[in-house]
């Protein structure tokens, strides 16, 4: 005897009993996996008689009326039912464990209820609800009910945990990938339906995109956001989604912390210690119901990886999984793989799984309130990241290499994270340190961008996201008006065992009185970290129209000037503004305000303009005209090193008789 499994409804499979020595999945034949199966003559006639069977057996629930359906509505659920559930404890292997009713929550969220369930079981009865379950399928009288989901609050005493109904899964199994689905458009094989042309409403991601000035991006401020649209709230004692783990792999503790601030009002558990790639050959080459399923938001030399269950596993490729939202971001396109188990940690606070990937497979492509759905057979976009760190010696390692999900908030603060902990682990010594870093973004369709960032000290994670690295990634993931394809980005760090920092130690005005249109001098006092004082003239022309006043002249580091710079209008001025979202990191500036006005507009730049060209230039009834900006006239000295501190002098401007 065999099984052979058919298709009793148009979502569901069902199994047959028949005679023979192999298991066919007839779903899979459908799609010709099996094709070298069929080769011999033995199994044509045998595959003949299976089609046979199968014809009859899926026509036979459309015939009778008593037909016993595979799932179970939560109409029939009662109090005291009892079932099974599936998940991994160890591996990748689903086992069953005993689940009992205990009632019904009706309305628990709009339009849906919530099945209450106690799960007796040698190991849950000492770790009670876990993290990572948010999936495992349960069954109610031999039909699937829903998925385990959803967890009282922290201490539990009981093992209780909430079930999402399937039907709401399967609901969003059905959904339709809004059309115009760049991702996987370009990366992926089209789906059943053909896609149109995307609009900007339509856009995948557009509900997590960081609502800002075009350039101007800021990844707390995006965190904020975030948290405030789609963050897990919860009354205590209530029920709440189970939190899903973030399984990190090549992630310092530092960084660590950091990405915990940024995702876990979204709701989800960073933990260290899983999140790797194992690729186990001996890993299912396809999603199981009660199989681990993890998404990979980072995969290499450094992982993130959010582990939970797969629900439902129909024949043509797609799965439903976790029961909740991940990041409740709708259609999405991010890795996946087959999660494997290495433990269940127990714990008083929140137990939860630790796992890694076994094999990496399909795309997340829906993320809704009720479940996220994955079809195996579309890859994800990802953007590649090469790092190199030079001037450490003796360094074991200076080359990184790691993948990052093409998600709007995601990328850069995974990205960013990845970064900091690479370095902290090759260049971490207990010496001063100068470091530069220079990035390469490479977006699709308009070329590269070369940025430059440096700093004292160990780069850490606000280094690193205030850097003209992480805002650009922001800002070319967020634009407004185009999907952006970031191709790679290429990082390079150099690093110095010395701070190669001047202090500014003072500012003496050697021309108190000037006239009108000539020249003031500085001379500016720079201490070294150690030796001599160092100083430099710096000649300051001020113009005939400060004639009669006092002007305060400010000496400020390069890299703390902030050029004005023409609103955006595309992505490729976008671009071109990132590399000058400062001046130069090794020089010194003195400016100073001037009476005029400048303008920006279109891409251009103008800093100073006469008052009757300003009067003609602002328009009346349109507010979207030029930008104008109160003008600064600046003069940049180059130095040797980098600088700290500021100061402010005043000179006084004389008026000259003609």
């Known amino acids: 005897m065999f099984w052979l499994r058919v298709s009793a409804s148009a979502s569901l499979p069902g199994w047959l009993w028949l005679d023979g020595p192999v298991a066919l999945d007839c779903a899979k034949m459908r799609m010709g996996r099996y094709s070298a199966f069929a080769r011999s003559p033995s199994t044509l006639l045998a595959t003949a008689a299976v089609g046979a069977v199968l014809a009859l057996a899926a026509a036979a629930p459309l015939a009778r009326s008593d037909a016993r359906p ?3 509505p939560v109409a029939e659920i009662k109090a005291g039912m009892k079932g099974y559930g599936l998940t991994v404890f160890r591996g990748t292997e689903p086992e069953r464990f005993d689940v009992e009713v205990i009632g019904i929550l009706q309305g628990f969220r709009p339009g849906q209820p919530l099945i209450l369930i106690k799960t007796p079981n040698p190991r849950l009865d000492i770790v009670k609800t876990v993290r990572g379950m948010s999936g495992s399928p349960i069954y109610l009288d031999g039909r699937l009910a829903g998925a385990y989901s959803y967890s009282l609050a922290q201490f539990e005493t009981e093992p209780v945990a909430g079930v999402t109904p399937i039907d709401l899964m399967l609901t969003e199994m059905r959904r339709p990938i809004p059309p115009g689905f760049w991702p996987l458009e370009r990366r992926g094989p089209r789906l059943s339906h053909e896609p149109r042309a995307a609009t900007t409403a339509e856009s995948p991601g557009a509900s997590t995109r960081f609502e800002g000035a075009p350039g101007r991006y800021d990844i707390e401020e995006h965190a904020r956001q975030l948290a405030a649209r789609f963050g897990a709230g919860g ?12 399984m990190l792999s090549g992630f310092s503790d530092k960084a660590a912390s950091t990405l915990r601030g940024l995702v876990e009002p979204l709701g989800l558990e960073p933990l260290q210690g899983g999140g790797g790639a194992s690729y186990d050959p001996k890993a299912p080459s396809h999603f199981v119901n009660g199989g681990g399923l993890g998404v990979q938001l980072t995969r290499g030399d450094a992982s993130a990886m959010a582990l939970g269950t797969a629900t439902y596993v129909d024949g043509a490729g797609t799965i439903a999984g976790f029961g909740h939202p991940m990041l409740n971001g ?13 433990w269940i940690d127990a714990s008083a606070a929140a137990s939860h799984k630790i796992g890694e990937c076994a094999r990496s497979l399909g ?9 996220i759905v994955v079809d195996e057979r579309v890859v994800a976009p990802v953007i590649p990241f090469e790092v190199d760190i030079s001037g450490v010696v003796g360094a074991p390692r200076t080359h990184w290499h790691f993948e990052v999900a093409d998600d709007k908030f995601m990328a850069s603060g995974l990205a960013l994270g990845a970064i900091e902990s690479l370095i902290e682990s090759t260049t971490s010594e207990r010496r001063e340190m100068t470091w530069r870093l220079r990035s390469q973004v490479t977006v699709g369709g308009h070329g590269r961008v070369d940025l430059e960032d440096v700093g004292l000290g160990t780069p850490d994670g606000q280094d690193l996201g205030h850097s003209k690295l992480g805002q650009t990634l922001g800002d070319v993931l967020n634009n407004p008006w185009e999907h952006p394809r970031i191709e790679k980005v290429d990082v390079r760090l150099d690093v110095t065992y010395a701070l190669e920092v001047w202090r500014l130690r003072g500012v003496e005005v050697l021309d108190a009185v000037v006239d009108a249109g000539e020249k003031a001098r500085l001379r500016l006092h720079l201490m070294p970290e150690y030796g001599p004082e160092i100083t430099r003239v710096v000649e300051v022309t001020l113009p005939r129209e400060l004639a009669g006043k006092d002007v305060d002249l400010e000496i400020i580091p390069g890299w703390e000037v902030i050029p004005e710079l023409a609103p955006p209008e595309s992505l490729d001025e976008l671009l071109a503004n990132e590399p000058r979202q400062n001046l130069a990191p090794r020089t010194m500036v003195v400016q100073f305000r001037v009476p005029s006005q400048g303008i920006a507009y279109r891409g251009h730049v103008t800093q100073r303009l006469p008052a009757f060209t300003v009067d003609a230039l602002r328009p009346a009834n349109d507010s979207t005209g030029p930008e104008f900006f109160s003008s600064w006239a600046r003069t940049v000295l180059p130095v040797d090193f980098l600088v700290e501190g500021r100061d402010k002098v005043k000179v006084k401007v004389r008026s000259v008789l003609r």
């Open 363 to 371: 795309t997340l492509v829906q993320d809704r309130p009720s479940a």
């Open 70 to 72: 595979l799932t179970i």
């Open 330 to 342: 709708g259609a999405e396109a991010l890795p996946t793989c087959i999660g494997s188990v290495l």
């Open 235 to 246: 009354a205590a004692g209530g029920f709440i989604p189970a939190a899903t783990p973030l």
